[in-house]
T-cell receptor, first 113, second 115 residues
Framework: ELKVEQNPLFLSMQEGKNYTIYCNYS?????LYWYRQDPGKSLESLFV?????AVKQEGRLMASLDTKARLSTLHITAAVHDLSATYFC?????????????FGKGTHLIIQP | DGGITQSPKYLFRKEGQNVTLSCEQN?????MYWYRQDPGQGLRLIYY???????QKGDIAEGYSVSREKKESFPLTVTSAQKNPTAFYLC??????????????FGDGTRLSIL
């Protein structure tokens, strides 16, 4: 059974600081997704990571994947208040296809001025 | 604009009642999904469907039922057998290919509560 663990689950940080969210998963997979959710809202896709060593960046967010360690990171650089949200990583079963994803519990991020 | 429409936004269920949540997409996606989200928790997969007239159970299918009679529609029924239905329900869809890796697109959700 695939399990996905995120840490920390809650993070309060100041604007301008850097921080990293970690996502570990228990079985081999070849695809990992990061999503953002604002309170009471739906999920917005941020990144899709498909191969070992993959790195993607969008603005102040950068995601990476280490398939050997079964670890993905989401790094926040010089945080701004607008990045306050809950961030989820999700893993798909090996081999692709259209099966459902397994989600972590999410990291609730608060960025204070 | 293409997207996923979930309705209603809020729904209340009485004891012993079945309720149906609607999910419609105009993205021409083959695959559709239902997830449940509880406070402080991640999403858990209820059911998914890769093609019309076919669907599979997810991790927490007990007390739920679905149908997929049209490509655009994937309604979820929360039956009276689901003893703890209060949650936020999210519908999603994605492209289905041999090794689909596109992200799933999500609707805005339905919040279900017990009266």
């Amino acid at each position: 059974e695939l399990k996905v663990e995120q840490n920390p689950l809650f993070l309060s940080m100041q604007e301008g600081k850097n921080y990293t969210i970690y996502c570990n998963y228990s079985t081999t997979s070849d695809r990992l997704y990061w999503y953002r959710q604002d309170p009471g809202k739906s999920l917005e896709s941020l990144f899709v990571l498909l191969s070992n060593g993959a790195v993607k960046q969008e603005g102040r967010l950068m995601a990476s994947l280490d398939t050997k360690a079964r670890l993905s990171t989401l790094h926040i650089t010089a945080a701004v208040h607008d990045l306050s949200a809950t961030y989820f990583c999700a893993v798909g079963p090996l081999g692709g296809g259209a099966d459902g994803l397994t989600f972590g519990k999410g990291t609730h991020l608060i960025i204070q001025p | 604009d293409g997207g996923i429409t979930q309705s209603p936004k809020y729904l209340f269920r009485k004891e012993g009642q079945n309720v149906t949540l609607s999910c419609e997409q105009n993205l021409n996606h083959d695959a559709m999904y239902w997830y449940r989200q509880d406070p402080g928790q991640g999403l858990r997969l209820i059911y998914y469907s890769q093609i019309v007239n076919d669907f599979q159970k997810g991790d927490i299918a007990e007390g739920y039922s679905v149908s997929r009679e049209k490509k655009e529609s994937f309604p979820l029924t929360v039956t009276s057998a689901q003893k703890n239905p209060t949650a936020f329900y999210l519908c999603a869809s994605s492209i289905r290919t041999g090794k689909s890796v596109k992200p799933q697109h999500f609707g805005d959700g339905t919040r279900l509560s017990i009266l």
